[in-house]
């Protein structure tokens, strides 16, 4: 679908194989890596280097990542050398709008850059910055944008000679269908539904918004995001009756779409009916400040823990000790959702009951009554039924449990998940 023809597209005489099939040279486009938020490209990398294929990060909005930020996402400090940031420089925005064209050796992309609507100084600085950094790889047979923004980004740099690839994958994970379209137009992905080889999204219910906002049904399909299915194991979950603390765990950011603030009040609630309840929050983000006033506000201060941002294997403990998980996802004020989501996974990995919302793709993945409850979105009161009432089927939580973690290991493992994009690839390719 590029219908962009480049002397540098061809292809990567890399090593065969055991099956004999030539390994691929894929390019994972991000905007920073890695990300404690975004277990979802670390996973998805590390299991196609696995597979024996060729993986560079193009990680187009930040800089080298640390050794510390490798190690705590679980990430070998050695894979650093697959990491291209764009160089920043000191220069001025005008500095670099004046001598962009001469960063990457080509005199005639001021020419070709202004017409695609770039004017704006720190944008266009921030191409040329990307551009220098993408003329240095040698070409790819697949290149994958993490995000519906990015995939904008990678057919920018690809129209501009910057970036090579035989192929374009975009996919498309919530902000970028909701907030991003908000902000920019039903209308922004124009040139992606033209022109990128295929579109992923992470559940049916993005599948169908891609559908609606013009994307191509036969271009577009599902593959819900992977999780390292290893670092979660199976606990049984104590079935004491009404004795001992209930302890009750949440992971996230701490932002709208969320909806911490609804699990808080829930909480709160069973706290007033008399349960003895301590609820333990791991992540961060602007609401922090704004959560803690709550918990005071509503007594629960004392009973509730806030842990900051967590690692995988701070969160697996975080999941082991608990009774049961909470997810309260709404829809956010600038259209922001979520699809299913990877706490949740991790969660019933771990064997708890789980209570969550009927919203974006989360139904796709809990399935009411069977490894949990869903409630409607913004309903404090109604979580808080679903969490007595899991209290009242303790008896239940290990048939609970099994169900959940039965149910992540069949459709998100990240071995079976990245399998099944290697082959979309090798489709493509063929094709």
């Known amino acids: 679908m590029l219908m962009i023809n480049s002397p540098r597209q061809q292809d990567s005489p890399l090593e065969t194989n055991g099956d004999g099939t030539r390994s691929l040279r894929i390019g994972v486009v991000a905007h920073a890596f890695p990300l404690l938020s975004e277990t979802f490209v670390t996973n998805q990398t590390l299991g196609l280097l696995a597979l024996g294929h060729d993986v560079e990060i193009l990680a187009l909005h930040a800089g080298a990542p640390t050794k510390s930020a490798l190690t705590a996402a679980g990430v070998n400090p050695s894979f650093a050398v697959r990491i291209a940031t764009p160089t920043r420089s000191g220069a001025a925005w005008e500095k670099l709008l004046r001598t ?103 559940c049916e219910h993005f599948r169908r ?13 599902v593959i ?54 301590r609820f333990e929050l791991a992540g961060d983000g602007p609401l922090r400040a704004e959560l803690a006033a709550l918990a005071a506000e ?50 019933m990995l771990s064997g708890l009951p789980v209570v969550s919302t009927r919203h974006g793709g989360i139904p796709e993945l809990v399935e009411h009554g069977v490894s949990g409850y869903l409630a409607p979105e913004r309903d404090a009161a109604a979580l808080k039924a679903c969490l007595e009432r899991l209290l009242a089927e303790r008896d239940r939580w290990l048939e609970m449990g099994r169900a959940g973690r039965a149910r992540v290991l069949d459709a998100y493992d990240r071995r079976r998940v990245n399998e099944r994009i290697e082959a979309l690839y090798r489709r493509l390719l063929a094709a």
Do not use: C
């Not at 907030?179 to 137009?185: D, S, T």
């Not at 606990?235 to 992971?251: H, L």
């Not at 509503?298 to 999941?319: I, K, M, N, S």
């Open 224 to 277: 819900g995001s992977g999780v390292d299915t290893d670092l979660f194991p199976f606990v049984e979950r104590m079935q004491n009756g009404e004795a001992g603390e209930i302890r009750i765990a949440a992971v996230g950011r701490l932002i709208e779409k969320k909806g911490f603030e609804y699990a808080l009040r829930a909480v709160a609630g069973l706290s007033q009916a008399g349960r003895n309840v």
């Open 298 to 347: 509503l007594g629960v201060a004392a009973d509730t823990v806030f842990h900051g941002q967590a690692t995988q294997p701070q969160v697996a403990e975080l999941l082991a000790r608990a009774d049961l998980f909470i997810a309260p996802s709404v829809t956010a004020s600038n259209g922001d959702e979520d699809a299913a989501i990877n706490t949740l996974k991790e969660a």
């Open 100 to 202: 962009g064209a001469g960063l990457i050796g080509d005199p005639g992309l001021a020419a070709r850059a202004l017409p695609m609507g770039w004017r704006a100084r720190p944008r266009m600085a921030g191409a040329f910055l990307q551009a220098q950094m993408l003329k240095r790889r040698a070409p790819y047979d697949v290149v994958h944008a993490q995000f519906g923004d990015l995939g904008l980004a990678a057919l920018r740099q690809i129209e501009l000679g910057a970036l090579s690839t035989r192929k374009l994958v975009v996919h498309f994970r919530g902000y970028d269908l909701g907030q991003f379209v908000r902000k920019h137009g039903e209308d922004v992905y124009e040139a992606v539904f033209a022109r990128a080889d295929h579109m992923l999204t992470n």
């Open 209 to 221: 918004k891609i559908i609606s906002l013009g994307g191509p049904a036969e271009r577009v399909s």
